[in-house]
């Protein structure tokens, strides 16, 4: 199936906006660098696994024949992974969760009351 130019310009919009993610992520970093160096301590490394998740991520998706937008997409989902690995579960008790779920009901309730009217 041939692209559309629609598809070249989202795809453009959407390297654009990574670059430009990218950049400000790397002036936020120096500016912590910074701080953290007026306070006097060291700036922290690069968790060691979600680097060579990323890494690892890119050489895979550089061998497939696979669309720009589905690399960019498989790349952010395996960091974003990697990166989720390394965060604590929460975890709700019974009664916060029968709480939640009758909020949820009710919520859901006046939507539906709200419709019909």
Partial sequence: MAKSSGDT??????????AGIDAQIKELTDK???????VGQAAPAAPKRAAKA???AA???????????AKVAKVAKVAKSEADAD????????????????????RWARAKEAKTE
Avoid: I, N
């Avoid at 310009?9 to 990574?18: Q, R």
């Avoid at 912590?32 to 007026?38: D, G, H, V």
């Avoid at 895979?60 to 669309?67: E, L, Q, R, T, Y």
């Avoid at 965060?87 to 009710?106: G, P, Q």
């Fill in 59 to 69: 050489k895979v998706v550089k061998g497939a024949k696979v669309s720009k937008v």
């Fill in 32 to 38: 912590k660098a910074e701080l953290m160096a007026l």
């Fill in 87 to 106: 965060k604590k579960k929460r975890v709700f008790s019974a009664a916060t969760r029968k709480k939640l779920r009758e909020a949820a009901k009710a």
């Fill in 9 to 18: 310009s989202k795809l453009e919009l959407v390297e654009l906006a990574l």
């Fill in 54 to 56: 990323k890494a690892k």
